[in-house]
């Protein structure tokens, strides 16, 4: 069990700490939102995330990967979530990359990692039809029509669905529409004849979309990994992604507070600093505990995912539940002690607050993975 | 095979001569090894047991040879702990000698006063209790005002001390003392005598959980010999705060039952036990089910907070800031636990002796009762609280 970084993992975080501060700071979130962008994120700062392997970290050398593995990816998305980045990382890296390096057959790795790693190839993961997390209600039907299907439906919050050059769907092939079985995974050029494509403005700033697929034609060249055999890539995939969006979560947690504890020596009231309040004090060191133990969370969780350990899962749900309540209390409190200026959008606080929920729902909530951690743990 | 593979083969064999087999069962109660003069041994395998561990030192794995220690490194201790576990050996010795005292002396003491002390802990032969708290000395711990004079060839302690655990059954005390009352932290010296002496009294206080493992303690003009001071006079506070560091330690580790319920398994099973299941084998109140999921992934991250910090540690990385919420965080985990226990027990868990519960049951109330203290004893919550703040976090006084 390693809950300690090695040195090349040091390194890593390093580059990425710079990376982020100088060339993705706030400021930078704050542009994209003042002026509207279409895109949501800066292309151009994507390939640049590209060309320092951030894209392919989860890719093997063979397609034009890094290979620092998860621990790797986590310790840039920690960084990431420090700065509030907006980036493609999360659609793109932990959840389209990794649907087809685990279930990809050999041409559409071939085809799909080498662009991702590259920064040339954005991918968006169709998965929830309603506003909670629930990876096997699936209603969206894909109907056998010969040696191909026809999908209908419609998908909501999809990540970065609106710039997505490929969707990868969950549609139902077989089942009723609660059951795990019987959920296949399409990967769809997202310019195919029948997808309608809306973008949902979060409140994060960040991107989303709801999608409608209107009898939308998919080969069989299209089904990524096995007919009715989806569920078994989305769960691993989905761990993924809720252990990365906790590492970001972690990130995110951890500024938040720095900065509040600055506020505190700084804010003058009754003419001394107001972080010499006990009752600030207190509230800071409680903060203080909750997010170191946050950060054993993650990297234990990382480590399972980097160890191919059978806990994986229980940790995605310790990990998600434990950062998604922390990030809650930690926002919340952050911004009263800002006080009245906590309230405005000049100061920062108010956009962690804001990313902070939205990264807390995705993929599940604390209330989704502490039901989940109960069945696993067998009660 | 190397060094280490050895230690252990020879270890596993030497346990398996030495360890009786009714040391390897769940040690009740009243057969904890306290050792010291007047040690009762209800089960007589614990003073064999007892024995042949300080035969080696091996109450005390990495203190030096010359002090009755075992003289392990780090590694070896490591593994003495693994093989000990495997075979789910009692401890040999409960000791505040070993756990709180002897660190401090082989810091701060002489070398007459080790080789006085450190060999009869090892063997447990005297039993300490700690005179720290006075009645008006609580969190403030530095105000205590317990008098020593100095009367050239020895001192006089006259004052009062309160929550000192064991004190009627200790053989020797550890206790901090004003020698100089126009200084706070400067004044106090930190002084050993035996409880035997003239003018030591010692009262058990009755506490909420019906035990009484704490007294009051009375010195009136006991004399001390002048070799059992501690360190320099007046400088008695910096060995007293070491010291409360090993006590924090001690106590931070009960929060690792996390999802434990003592005899009745895990906090899950009991719930489903004394709840019932619904028709997919979940408990049956999805309510208190959530509770449950939530202490235990707390006590997960808990334990994995604690790693993580041993492996900082010993790869010289992080500041080690987060060893500062153990005592905090684990003594509050451990009230939770004890509260959801007893909302799983239901009444089951509020009988207080005679028909109608079991022990493992009676043992719950008992318990949760005892776990309100965790948060006051060795410094309160509010103290840990308030040493974050200002050590890490460095906010203003």
Same mark, same amino acid.
């Given at each position: 069990?390693?809950?300690?970084?090695?040195?090349?993992?040091?390194?890593?975080?390093?580059?990425?700490?710079?990376?982020?501060?100088?060339?993705?700071?706030?400021?930078?979130?704050?542009?994209?939102?003042?002026?509207?962008?279409?895109?949501?994120?800066?292309?151009?700062?994507?390939?640049?995330?590209?060309?320092?392997?951030?894209?392919?970290?989860?890719?093997?050398?063979?397609?034009?990967?890094?290979?620092?593995?998860?621990?790797?990816?986590?310790?840039?998305?920690?960084?990431?979530?420090?700065?509030?980045?907006?980036?493609?990382?999360?659609?793109?890296?932990?959840?389209?990359?990794?649907?087809?390096?685990?279930?990809?057959?050999?041409?559409?790795?071939?085809?799909?990692?080498?662009?991702?790693?590259?920064?040339?190839?954005?991918?968006?993961?169709?998965?929830?039809?309603?506003?909670?997390?629930?990876?096997?209600?699936?209603?969206?039907?894909?109907?056998?029509?010969?040696?191909?299907?026809?999908?209908?439906?419609?998908?909501?919050?999809?990540?970065?669905?609106?710039?997505?050059?490929?969707?990868?769907?969950?549609?139902?092939?077989?089942?009723?529409?609660?059951?795990?079985?019987?959920?296949?995974?399409?990967?769809?050029?997202?310019?195919?004849?029948?997808?309608?494509?809306?973008?949902?403005?979060?409140?994060?700033?960040?991107?989303?979309?709801?999608?409608?697929?209107?009898?939308?034609?998919?080969?069989?060249?299209?089904?990524?990994?096995?007919?009715?055999?989806?569920?078994?890539?989305?769960?691993?995939?989905?761990?993924?992604?809720?252990?990365?969006?906790?590492?970001?979560?972690?990130?995110?947690?951890?500024?938040?507070?720095?900065?509040?504890?600055?506020?505190?020596?700084?804010?003058?009231?009754?003419?001394?600093?107001?972080?010499?309040?006990?009752?600030?004090?207190?509230?800071?060191?409680?903060?203080?505990?909750?997010?170191?133990?946050?950060?054993?969370?993650?990297?234990?969780?990382?480590?399972?995912?980097?160890?191919?350990?059978?806990?994986?899962?229980?940790?995605?749900?310790?990990?998600?539940?434990?950062?998604?309540?922390?990030?809650?209390?930690?926002?919340?409190?952050?911004?009263?002690?800002?006080?009245?200026?906590?309230?405005?959008?000049?100061?920062?606080?108010?956009?962690?607050?804001?990313?902070?929920?939205?990264?807390?729902?995705?993929?599940?909530?604390?209330?989704?993975?502490?039901?989940?951690?109960?069945?696993?743990?067998?009660? | 095979?190397?060094?280490?593979?050895?230690?252990?083969?020879?270890?596993?064999?030497?346990?398996?001569?030495?360890?009786?087999?009714?040391?390897?069962?769940?040690?009740?109660?009243?057969?904890?090894?306290?050792?010291?003069?007047?040690?009762?041994?209800?089960?007589?395998?614990?003073?064999?047991? #007892?024995?042949? *561990? &300080? +035969?080696? @030192?091996?109450? =005390?794995?990495?203190?030096? $040879? /010359?002090? !009755?220690?075992?003289?392990?490194?780090?590694?070896?201790?490591?593994?003495?702990?693994?093989?000990?576990?495997?075979?789910?050996?009692?401890?040999?010795?409960?000791?505040?000698?070993?756990?709180?005292?002897?660190?401090?002396?082989?810091?701060?003491?002489?070398?007459?006063?080790?080789?006085?002390?450190?060999?009869?802990?090892?063997?447990?032969?005297?039993?300490?209790?700690?005179?720290?708290?006075?009645?008006?000395?609580?969190?403030?711990?530095?105000?205590?005002?317990?008098?020593?004079?100095?009367?050239?060839?020895?001192?006089?302690?006259?004052?009062?001390?309160?929550?000192?655990?064991?004190?009627?059954?200790?053989?020797?005390?550890?206790?901090?003392?004003?020698?100089?009352?126009?200084?706070?932290?400067?004044?106090?010296?930190?002084? #050993?005598?035996? *409880? &035997? +002496?003239? @003018?030591?009294? =010692?009262?058990?206080?009755? $506490? /909420?959980? !019906?035990?009484?493992?704490?007294?009051?303690?009375?010195?009136?003009?006991?004399?001390?010999?002048?070799?059992?001071?501690?360190?320099?006079?007046?400088?008695?506070?910096?060995?007293?705060?070491?010291?409360?560091?090993?006590?924090?330690?001690?106590?931070?580790?009960?929060?690792?039952?996390?999802?434990?319920?003592?005899?009745?398994?895990?906090?899950?099973?009991?719930?489903?036990?004394?709840?019932?299941?619904?028709?997919?084998?979940?408990?049956?109140?999805?309510?208190?089910?959530?509770?449950?999921?939530?202490?235990?992934?707390?006590?997960?991250?808990?334990?994995?907070?604690?790693?993580?910090?041993?492996?900082?540690?010993?790869?010289?990385?992080?500041?080690?800031?987060?060893?500062?919420?153990?005592?905090?965080?684990?003594?509050?985990?451990?009230?939770?636990?004890?509260?959801?226990?007893?909302?799983?027990?239901?009444?089951?868990?509020?009988?207080?002796?005679?028909?109608?519960?079991?022990?493992?049951?009676?043992?719950?109330?008992?318990?949760?009762?005892?776990?309100?203290?965790?948060?006051?004893?060795?410094?309160?919550?509010?103290?840990?609280?308030?040493?974050?703040?200002?050590?890490?976090?460095?906010?203003?006084?």
């Amino acid at each position: 069990m390693a809950l300690v970084l090695n040195e090349e993992q040091q390194l890593l975080r390093d580059t990425a700490m710079q990376f982020f501060q100088e060339r993705a700071p706030i400021a930078q979130l704050r542009k994209l939102r003042d002026s509207k962008d279409a895109t949501g994120f800066d292309r151009a700062l994507w390939r640049e995330m590209a060309n320092l392997g951030f894209a392919g970290i989860l890719i093997s050398e063979k397609y034009g990967g890094t290979d620092f593995g998860p621990i790797g990816l986590g310790v840039v998305l920690e960084q990431a979530g420090r700065t509030l980045a907006a980036s493609p990382l999360v659609s793109t890296v932990l959840l389209g990359g990794s649907a087809i390096q685990l279930a990809g057959n050999a041409t559409q790795r071939q085809e799909y990692l080498p662009a991702i790693a590259a920064g040339e190839c954005l991918l968006a993961l169709a998965l929830e039809e309603g506003p909670h997390h629930n990876p096997t209600h699936i209603t969206t039907k894909a109907e056998a029509e010969g040696s191909n299907f026809r999908i209908s439906g419609e998908k909501v919050f999809v990540l970065d669905g609106h710039v997505a050059d490929y969707l990868i769907v969950a549609a139902r092939t077989s089942g009723k529409e609660n059951d795990r079985n019987g959920i296949t995974l399409f990967l769809l050029d997202a310019k195919t004849k029948g997808i309608t494509i809306t973008r949902s403005h979060m409140v994060d700033s960040r991107n989303a979309a709801s999608i409608t697929f209107d009898n939308v034609e998919a080969g069989n060249a299209q089904v990524l990994g096995s007919v009715d055999g989806g569920s078994d890539v989305l769960d691993q995939v989905l761990d993924i992604g809720r252990i990365g969006l906790a590492a970001e979560m972690l990130g995110l947690v951890q500024e938040a507070f720095d900065k509040t504890v600055e506020y505190l020596k700084e804010r003058k009231q009754f003419g001394v600093p107001i972080g010499s309040f006990q009752a600030l004090k207190h509230r800071a060191a409680v903060m203080f505990a909750e997010i170191e133990i946050c950060r054993s969370v993650v990297l234990d969780a990382l480590t399972a995912l980097e160890e191919r350990r059978n806990d994986v899962p229980l940790m995605a749900s310790l990990a998600k539940a434990r950062l998604a309540e922390t990030a809650r209390l930690v926002t919340n409190e952050c911004l009263q002690m800002h006080g009245g200026m906590g309230m405005t959008d000049q100061f920062d606080i108010g956009l962690f607050m804001k990313r902070a929920r939205v990264a807390a729902v995705t993929l599940g909530s604390a209330d989704y993975h502490r039901d989940r951690y109960a069945s696993l743990d067998g009660f | 095979m190397d060094a280490l593979e050895t230690f252990r083969q020879e270890t596993r064999e030497w346990l398996e001569a030495n360890c009786p087999p009714s040391m390897r069962t769940p040690m009740p109660e009243e057969e904890s090894p306290w050792g010291g003069r007047n040690a009762q041994w209800p089960n007589p395998d614990s003073k064999k047991w #007892l024995d042949a *561990m &300080a +035969s080696r @030192g091996w109450t =005390a794995p990495t203190w030096p $040879m /010359i002090y !009755g220690g075992g003289g392990l490194n780090k590694d070896e201790a490591r593994i003495l702990q693994q093989e000990l576990g495997r075979i789910k050996a009692r401890p040999a010795l409960t000791s505040f000698g070993i756990w709180m005292l002897g660190p401090a002396l082989l810091e701060y003491a002489n070398e007459e006063q080790k080789l006085e002390h450190l060999p009869k802990i090892v063997r447990g032969e005297i039993r300490w209790c700690q005179g720290y708290s006075e009645p008006g000395a609580g969190s403030d711990l530095a105000g205590l005002q317990t008098k020593c004079e100095d009367k050239g060839d020895h001192y006089l302690v006259n004052g009062q001390k309160i929550w000192t655990s064991y004190a009627d059954k200790a053989d020797w005390i550890f206790c901090l003392v004003r020698t100089d009352t126009s200084k706070k932290h400067d004044g106090i010296s930190f002084l #050993l005598f035996d *409880m &035997a +002496s003239e @003018g030591v009294e =010692a009262r058990p206080i009755t $506490m /909420i959980s !019906g035990a009484s493992p704490f007294c009051e303690t009375f010195f009136t003009d006991v004399k001390v010999p002048k070799e059992n001071l501690v360190g320099e006079l007046n400088k008695g506070w910096t060995i007293a705060k070491r010291l409360l560091q090993h006590e924090r330690d001690m106590i931070s580790g009960m929060g690792l039952g996390g999802g434990s319920a003592g005899g009745l398994g895990g906090l899950e099973k009991a719930a489903k036990d004394y709840y019932g299941t619904d028709g997919e084998g979940r408990v049956a109140s999805p309510a208190l089910r959530e509770r449950i999921a939530q202490q235990k992934m707390d006590g997960r991250a808990f334990s994995l907070t604690l790693a993580r910090s041993m492996q900082e540690a010993k790869a010289g990385q992080g500041s080690g800031a987060a060893s500062s919420i153990f005592k905090y965080y684990g003594t509050e985990l451990n009230k939770r636990r004890y509260e959801l226990l007893l909302d799983v027990l239901g009444t089951q868990a509020l009988g207080w002796e005679g028909d109608g519960f079991k022990q493992d049951e009676l043992d719950v109330t008992r318990s949760w009762l005892r776990s309100k203290g965790n948060s006051i004893e060795g410094g309160t919550s509010e103290v840990q609280l308030n040493v974050v703040a200002k050590r890490v976090l460095g906010l203003p006084d």
